[in-house]
């Protein structure tokens, strides 16, 4: 795929097809010949978009065909595939795959390695960069080259509260909003001792940084992570605060104020349904900030968001035509086409700045933490075990330095064996789930058995219900369960449990 890639690009350049360079409602004279649109042609292709954004994508590649006059006909088969699953189904099958997709950004390094996206040409990665939000644009880079195209700045958190228990004036301090959960016995939901990504909060609110270094490949070569520092040290003391309370609960599910809670910390995706649960009591802010040896630190974020990808085409004129089509679905018209549809949060800057998108409370609660907020990019796919349990260690330690430090250098040491795994570790499958009541943070071992069939080394006693999946080099980049969903036992007993691989995808079994 990468061989075929190559020869696209150098095609496109040959030809001057590099069309995603050319905005796709250009002013093109009247009178020009067939050889004056070497894109003109009807092309059949397929798209994946989530289900809400199924037919507002629809729309809008017919109103490509209606005003591009280049002579680019598109006839699109629509499939409903979510941006959380779009990643992993188009690797089990890239030739099978869509032309051109929406998927999570936590997804790209995975799609840039198996050769599944398609890198943008020099004028339209200078246009798309300049038009949209910087931290959107490096989610879908490597070392300065775009592969994907910004669409969404949303993919962020920030707090919701019910103004009936929590003062106004006291949503900027945890200690105060810990302190008015536990006088009113409401819960703090937060997820500090189950998610990395919410966990990081404290850490990057302190200046403390976790960036991976991966090569043009899409392979990690390193990280720089100062959690275990004297700066980690004031995150984790933090930290403690709010998992140390007996009202603190580790979710972020915005139907928890149906519950007992008065915090929930989530995203825009939460909007309708806080709304709909508090009604005129819904309060919504930024995170707050936490004290600790008489300084103020505001937590910090992570934000992300969605991009577009292009299929690599074998066809030169195929491919240009298809990101020519990519850059319209993700212009500033089209993202404010999804905002006041969907209430999707644009990546273009011009849209972030419109008086509609301000106004929105979910949007601009967003955009005030994104003062505080990291941009994801491209993360290990151990990390997010690895730091998930931080949560869990601090709250244990106690709250005193030795067993806060302990906690950092236990997250540090499993960091740093990442990077000494044997090419045997990476090669090899384990199997991680709910099974022996473990929550997702052990890996039990697997032995190829015979080529392509991995097994795992005992039986164990599965119930109904038990989900789990199985993944190489103890990593999510590569992992199969049941497509893009977990396996879930259908019945008791006590099982083996069988891989059996088929190129890039897999079947699980039970024996």
């Not at 080259?145 to 919701?160: E, I, K, V, W």
Request: hydrophobic letters at 40%; proline letters at 3%.
């Amino acid at each position: 795929m990468k061989k075929v890639l190559a020869i696209v690009l150098a095609l496109v350049m040959v030809l001057g097809l590099a069309a995603c360079g050319t905005p796709a409602n250009n002013n093109t004279p009247a009178n020009n010949t067939a050889d004056d649109k070497p894109l003109a042609g009807t092309y059949k292709i397929k798209v994946w978009a989530a289900e809400n954004n199924q037919e507002l994508t629809k729309k809008q590649i017919e109103a490509f065909n209606q005003s591009n006059d280049m002579g680019i006909v598109i006839e699109a088969t629509v499939e409903a595939v979510s941006e959380a699953d779009a990643g992993t189904n188009m690797i089990t099958d890239i030739e099978a795959g869509p032309d051109i997709y929406w998927f999570a950004q936590d997804q790209f390094a995975r799609l840039v390695n198996a050769g599944a996206l398609d890198k943008l040409g020099e004028g339209a990665s200078k246009t798309v960069s300049e038009a949209n939000d910087p931290g959107v644009v490096a989610a879908g880079s490597i070392n300065g080259q775009l592969y994907a195209y910004p669409a969404t700045s949303d993919n962020g958190y920030f707090m919701y509260y019910d103004k009936s228990v929590i003062p106004e004036t006291d949503i900027d301090s945890l200690e105060k909003l810990i302190a008015d959960c536990e006088a009113a016995k409401k819960y703090f939901a937060f997820e500090a001792q189950t998610s990395a990504w919410y966990i990081a909060s404290w850490f990057f609110g302190t200046g403390c940084h976790s960036e991976w270094e991966m090569d043009n490949d899409g392979k990690y070569t390193g990280v720089k992570d100062d959690f275990n520092s004297a700066n980690g040290l004031i995150a984790a003391k933090g930290l403690y605060k709010l998992v140390s309370s007996p009202f603190h609960l580790s979710s972020s599910k915005g139907a928890e104020f149906e519950s007992g809670a008065a915090i929930v910390v989530t995203g825009t995706w939460d909007y309708e349904v806080v709304q709909k649960i508090l009604g005129d009591n819904m309060g919504v802010a930024d995170l707050p900030s936490f004290e600790v040896d008489g300084k103020q630190y505001h937590l910090g974020s992570y934000n992300g968001c969605k991009l577009v990808g292009v299929k690599p085409q074998t066809d030169a004129k195929r491919g240009a035509a298809l990101h020519q089509l990519a850059q319209y679905l993700t212009d500033y018209d089209r993202q404010m086409e999804r905002f006041n549809e969907l209430a999707w949060g644009p990546a273009n800057l011009k849209a972030q700045s419109d008086d509609k998108v301000k106004a929105n409370p979910g949007l601009a609660a967003l955009l005030q933490q994104n003062a505080y907020s990291v941009p994801q990019g491209q993360i290990h796919g151990s990390w997010w075990d690895i730091a998930k349990v931080i949560g869990d260690d601090v709250k244990e330690s106690g709250g005193t330095d030795e067993g806060l430090k302990a906690a950092l250098q236990k997250y540090q040491d499993k960091i740093d064996a990442l990077f000494s795994m044997s090419d045997e570790e990476k090669n090899a499958w384990t199997v991680i789930g709910d099974i022996n009541g473990d929550g997702w943070s052990i890996d039990l071992p697997m032995e190829e058995v015979s080529a392509g069939v991995w097994k795992t080394t005992q039986k164990y006693d599965l119930k109904a219900g038990n989900q789990f999946k199985c993944r190489q080099g103890k990593s999510w980049d590569v992992s199969i369960g049941n497509g893009g969903d977990n396996y879930v036992v259908e019945k008791d007993g006590s099982f083996t449990i069988v891989l059996t691989l088929n190129g890039d995808s897999g079947t699980i079994t039970l024996e």
